[in-house]
């Protein structure tokens, strides 16, 4: 199967739920960016305060981490998913780089994840045909959750479709799981002018809606794990494919 077709711009809807120790959940309307990592979008000068992508990861920071895990790139195309910056802002809990082979095929899948502390965190994946994998949680996100537990994450390719899942499962019923669902628009001038004007400031909505139901939870008595230091930002970790 070969990589898809990029840029593009999904029109999604973002769904939190949570389990324990209270019942709670909440979703918001965001558009996210599918580019490739080494050919961003150029907009018209006009519109680039609603787009930049800059704070993404480069090729070479991307290849020294994935040889340093002993998988290093072959010079194929990179897929990213996740927020451009708006007006000089970005936050994306989570951001996809699917690495492809020079033929196209699906190498491996990095999952970088961001807490609203500033800490970030790689997780590298053996994805199935589907696109699932399971890797130990290793970062501190949550401040209702501790840093033990399983992520099962289902990152398929997007398509028309995007279709993403993360659920952290900590032996029991799972406590967390977040989706991102969406569908496929083209990558022009109006269609993110239209986006930009339908969800303005998406990713600085999106950072304040996890904060505002974090403060909720909190005067609703909620348990606070205390913050571990985080110094590993490039983590190393292989996983393996759920069966």
């Known amino acids: 199967m070969s990589a898809p077709a990029a840029p593009a711009l999904y029109e999604a809807v973002v769904r939190h739920v949570r389990a324990a120790p209270v019942r709670s959940a909440f979703a918001h309307r965001t558009y996210y960016w599918l580019t490739d990592l080494d050919h961003p979008p150029r907009l018209p000068w006009p519109l680039r305060p609603l787009a930049g992508f800059g704070h993404r990861a480069s090729r070479a920071d991307l290849e020294e981490y994935l040889a340093g895990a002993g998988a290093p790139l072959d010079g194929g195309p990179v897929l ?87 659920t952290l499962h900590t032996g029991g019923a799972p406590p967390f799981a977040a989706s991102v669902r969406g569908r496929r628009v083209p990558a022009t001038p109006a269609s993110l002018l239209r986006l930009a004007l339908r969800r303005p400031l998406a990713p600085l909505v999106g950072a304040a809606r996890i904060r505002t139901r974090g403060i909720g939870l909190y005067l609703r008595g909620v348990p606070v794990h205390p913050r571990p230091d985080h110094h590993d930002t490039t983590a190393h970790e292989k996983t393996g494919a759920r069966p």
């Open 80 to 166: 990213v998913l996740g927020h451009a910056r708006v007006l000089g802002y970005a936050f994306d809990p989570l951001t996809v780089y699917w690495c492809h082979r020079r033929d196209g095929t699906l190498a491996r899948v990095v999952a970088e994840v961001h807490n609203t502390y500033g800490d970030r965190h790689r997780y590298l994946l053996d994805v199935d045909a589907r696109g699932r994998a399971e890797t130990a949680k290793a970062m501190y996100v949550s401040p209702f959750h501790g840093v033990d537990g399983t992520y099962r994450l289902a990152l398929p390719e997007p398509g028309e479709r995007l279709s993403l899942t993360v």
